[in-house]
């Protein structure tokens, strides 16, 4: 009986938690929809996806923005220490004037972008980690992008470094 009532609480776990991942996934959403139907969108004509535009790599350009982004790193109400970036980004080729003229916008984004990241966390421990620099970067670019549109194409981490005090 001791070793039959832990094997019968494991059962019903594993069954609660399949029940509930069951239950609560999201719906499908309708361009997953059109994308898993085979046979279409049942009015006859066929579901095309719109090609997205490819950026070749010689219509881009880099641009790096002039300052670095300081930011402290608060730890039991003081600073515990300060994270150090240069950043870099890619737009489309031609848009190098219009990041430079946009780029108090860009600082303000990105800035607040890297104070939400160290209040999350993001620069405690193994901050370089590949994971939890494509966070912050995916983060930046969604914050550039509302910024400067599709000219930006990606926001490069040329430089980072933490100096706890």
Known sequence: MKKLL???????????????GLALRPAPQPEDMA???????????????????EVLPEDREYVKLNNQFIVPV???GRVGALVVMSISVEVK??????????EPKLRDVFLQEMFDHANQGGFQGAFTNSNTLD??????????SHVMGDQLLDVLITDIARQDS
């Open 93 to 102: 080729l031609g848009a190098r004037e219009t990041v430079f003229l946009r």
């Open 74 to 76: 608060v730890a039991d």
């Open 35 to 53: 994308m898993n139907n085979p046979c279409g969108d049942g009015t006859g004509a066929p579901v095309a996806k719109e090609p997205e535009e």
């Open 6 to 20: 832990p094997l019968i609480l494991i059962i019903l776990g594993i069954g609660a938690g399949a029940g509930a």
């Open 135 to 144: 966070v912050l970067r995916n983060s930046l670019k969604e914050a550039g």
